[in-house]
C-alpha cells in the first residue's frame, strides 16, 4: 500500500500564505499530521512551498527536499476561476463541470495521471504529503479514482491510499 496526504494550501494573499495561512499551517503541523513522510510534493506555486516547508519542519523532517510535480497545476488556471465563478463560490467539481465538462474532463485527466506518478514514485508503505490548490486537487483526485470528493477548504485535505493497483479516498 501506498499513500498521499493531499491537502490545499491555507488562505493566502497572492502567492503567498497570509499570516493567517501560516497560523493555520502551523496548527496542521502540530496536530495533523502523519509522518514519516517518503517525499513532500508540492505544484511549484510559491503557497504551496511555503505551507509544506512549515509542515515539513513539524514532521521533524527538514532534510528532505520538497520535489515539485508541475503535472499537479493546471496551465489553464484562469480558465478554471472562470469556470468556478459561473458555477457560483464554493462550487464542487460537478457543479464546475455543468459549466465547462471540457475542461473538467481534460484536466482530471491530466492531473490524475500527475498524482498517480506521485504514487508510482513512492515506496511500498510509502507516505507523500503533497500541497495543491482547488479544484484541481478534486480533479486529480477525480481523475485517479473515479471518485468525486467535495470541495476542499482551506488547509483541508484527503488520504488517497492505493492497494495493489485500485484507489480508495478517505478523509483526514
Same mark, same amino acid.
Do not use: C
Given at each position: 500500500?501506498?499513500?498521499?496526504?493531499?491537502?490545499?494550501? %491555507?488562505?493566502?494573499?497572492?502567492?503567498?500564505?497570509?499570516?493567517?495561512?501560516?497560523?493555520?499551517?502551523?496548527?496542521?503541523?502540530? #496536530?495533523? &499530521?502523519?509522518?514519516?513522510?517518503?517525499?513532500?510534493?508540492? #505544484? /511549484?506555486?510559491?503557497?504551496?512551498?511555503?505551507?509544506?516547508?512549515?509542515?515539513?519542519?513539524?514532521?521533524?523532517?527538514?532534510?528532505?527536499?520538497?520535489? #515539485?510535480?508541475?503535472?499537479?497545476?493546471?496551465?489553464?488556471?484562469?480558465?478554471?476561476?472562470?469556470? @468556478?465563478?459561473?458555477?457560483?463560490?464554493?462550487?464542487?467539481?460537478?457543479?464546475?463541470?455543468?459549466?465547462?465538462?471540457?475542461?473538467?474532463?481534460?484536466?482530471?485527466?491530466?492531473?490524475?495521471? @500527475? &498524482?498517480?506518478?506521485?504514487?508510482?514514485?513512492?515506496?511500498?508503505?510509502?507516505?507523500?504529503? !503533497?500541497?495543491?490548490?482547488?479544484?484541481?486537487?478534486?480533479? @486529480?483526485?477525480?481523475?485517479? #479514482?473515479?471518485? %468525486?470528493?467535495?470541495?476542499?477548504?482551506?488547509?483541508?485535505?484527503?488520504? !488517497?491510499?492505493?492497494?495493489? /493497483?485500485?484507489?480508495? !479516498?478517505?478523509?483526514?
Amino acid at each position: 500500500m501506498r499513500y498521499v496526504e493531499l491537502r490545499r494550501h %491555507t488562505d493566502n494573499d497572492g502567492d503567498r500564505l497570509s499570516e493567517q495561512g501560516v497560523a493555520d499551517a502551523e496548527a496542521i503541523g502540530r #496536530t495533523g &499530521l502523519h509522518p514519516p513522510y517518503a517525499v513532500f510534493v508540492s #505544484t /511549484g506555486a510559491d503557497r504551496a512551498s511555503e505551507m509544506l516547508r512549515i509542515l515539513r519542519r513539524a514532521a521533524g523532517q527538514d532534510e528532505l527536499p520538497i520535489t #515539485t510535480e508541475i503535472g499537479l497545476r493546471s496551465t489553464i488556471e484562469d480558465r478554471w476561476r472562470q469556470a @468556478a465563478k459561473a458555477a457560483g463560490k464554493g462550487a464542487s467539481l460537478e457543479e464546475i463541470r455543468a459549466v465547462d465538462p471540457d475542461l473538467v474532463e481534460h484536466e482530471s485527466r491530466l492531473l490524475g495521471a @500527475a &498524482l498517480q506518478r506521485v504514487i508510482e514514485g513512492l515506496p511500498d508503505d510509502g507516505r507523500a504529503l !503533497v500541497v495543491g490548490h482547488s479544484p484541481t486537487n478534486e480533479s @486529480a483526485v477525480s481523475g485517479l #479514482t473515479g471518485q %468525486t470528493i467535495a470541495p476542499l477548504g482551506k488547509g483541508d485535505g484527503v488520504l !488517497v491510499v492505493e492497494d495493489g /493497483g485500485r484507489y480508495g !479516498v478517505h478523509p483526514l
